[in-house]
């Protein structure tokens, strides 16, 4: 009935660099890779761990955290727009090149395919992640 408006941030938050070395999980995503290693039979035979590589977004934090407490106004907004649109045409030109290359190119089983395409998406999604913050940061300090 009663609602609490919320009010609209005027700064950014307040985070220490050091988050970025959470980035540091995306390794994980080369467990993919292990072949005969926990009931496993091949190289890609467990496509899932190819996911943990969208991890590597983690490595944003490190650039979200040199931007700590900076005041939101319409500058910032107009380049955290644009780096987030860049970012994103980036990651996804990524996935429709190696998704076209590797089905008419390479002509590889199904399987494998599935393989190289969720650890495309898992790299691309942390490049993006990853891209809009240090665009963002390359944007706000340098212009």
């Known amino acids: 009935m009663f609602r609490k408006s919320k009010a609209k941030a005027t700064h950014t938050r307040t985070i220490s660099p050091m988050f970025g070395m959470l980035g540091l999980f995306g390794f994980t995503g080369f467990l993919g890779f292990m072949p005969n290693t926990f009931g ?10 190819f996911l943990f590589f969208a991890f590597f977004g983690f490595f944003g934090f490190y650039y979200e955290g040199k931007m700590s407490n900076t005041m939101i106004d319409e500058r910032f907004l107009s380049n955290k727009y644009r780096a987030g649109a860049i970012a994103n045409k ?9 998704s076209v290359v590797s089905i008419s190119v390479l002509r590889i089983s199904t399987y494998n395919l599935l393989s190289i395409l969720i650890a495309t998406i898992g790299i691309t999604f942390g490049l993006s992640a990853f891209l809009q913050q240090f665009l963002l940061y390359r944007f706000e300090t340098e212009e």
Not at 90 to 98: A, D, E, F, N
């Open 40 to 49: 496993f039979s091949g190289m890609f035979s467990a496509p899932f761990p």
């Open 90 to 98: 980036t990651s996804w030109i990524i996935v429709i090149v190696v």
